[in-house]
T-cell receptor, first 115, second 113 residues
Framework: GESVGLHLPTLSVQEGDNSIINCAYS??????FIWYKQESGKGPQFIID?????DKRQGQRVTVLLNKTVKHLSLQIAATQPGDSAVYFC??????????????FGKGTKLSVKP | EPEVTQTPSHQVTQMGQEVILRCVPI?????FYWYRQILGQKVEFLVS????????KSEIFDDQFSVERPDGSNFTLKIRSTKLEDSAMYFC???????????FGPGTRLTVT
């Protein structure tokens, strides 16, 4: 079946550096992707999304890149701050087969920011 | 800023008991979802709900599970006869459009003993 996976389970960066969190997906029919941030004891917090007709989207201090050729998604965080420390999940959705909103989540990457 | 709320934050129940988890989605959202996350594992989709009926459900969402929107603001998940393996964090989410920008609540930690 389809799956979403992450290359790096943990990432440690220095405060002020840029962070890059990667995600590989296996379903080429997936057409919508979301990045979520989850802090300890809290629910996933929406960060940014991207549709398959785009290859880049920018938000405040975050950029998502989508490479459909190699089925790869990345989240870039500029000037990483201690408050960015959390687990980051990518999730995908495919309209193939009449999917009605089923988000498939990856395992998550833990980002640790050193002051 | 509007947010999804969930109650209770923690529910402890005995095996075989019924539990109802409650959610108040964002007020103008039309699509509602339940997900669960077993400790240390991925977030897993359970069910999506629109126009007062289930749109899609996963294999996890068997006959022991049901969802309801009893009024204009609440969205509930009922587990009829809880099992030990139902212990998890249960997240409610809502979106204005399908499947875009799903916003999650803080979760209910269900512990089945």
């Amino acid at each position: 079946g389809e799956s979403v996976g992450l290359h790096l389970p943990t990432l440690s960066v220095q405060e002020g550096d840029n962070s890059i969190i990667n995600c590989a997906y296996s379903n080429s029919a997936s057409d919508y992707f979301i990045w979520y941030k989850q802090e300890s004891g809290k629910g996933p917090q929406f960060i940014i999304d991207i549709r398959s007709n785009m290859d880049k989207r920018q938000g405040q201090r975050v950029t998502v890149l989508l490479n459909k050729t190699v089925k790869h998604l990345s989240l870039q965080i500029a000037a990483t701050q201690p408050g960015d420390s959390a687990v980051y999940f990518c999730a995908e959705n495919t309209a193939y087969g009449g999917s009605q909103g089923n988000l498939i989540f990856g395992k998550g990457t833990k980002l640790s920011v050193k002051p | 800023e509007p947010e999804v709320t969930q109650t209770p934050s923690h529910q402890v129940t005995q095996m075989g008991q019924e539990v109802i988890l409650r959610c108040v989605p964002i007020s103008n959202h039309l699509y509602f979802y339940w997900y669960r996350q077993i400790l240390g594992q991925k977030v897993e989709f359970l069910v999506s709900f629109y126009n007062n009926e289930i749109s899609e459900k996963s294999e996890i969402f068997d006959d022991q599970f049901s969802v309801e929107r009893p009024d204009g603001s609440n969205f509930t998940l009922k587990i009829r006869s809880t099992k030990l393996e139902d212990s998890a964090m249960y997240f409610c989410a809502s979106s204005l459009q399908l499947p875009y920008e799903q916003y999650f609540g803080p979760g209910t930690r269900l512990t089945v003993t």
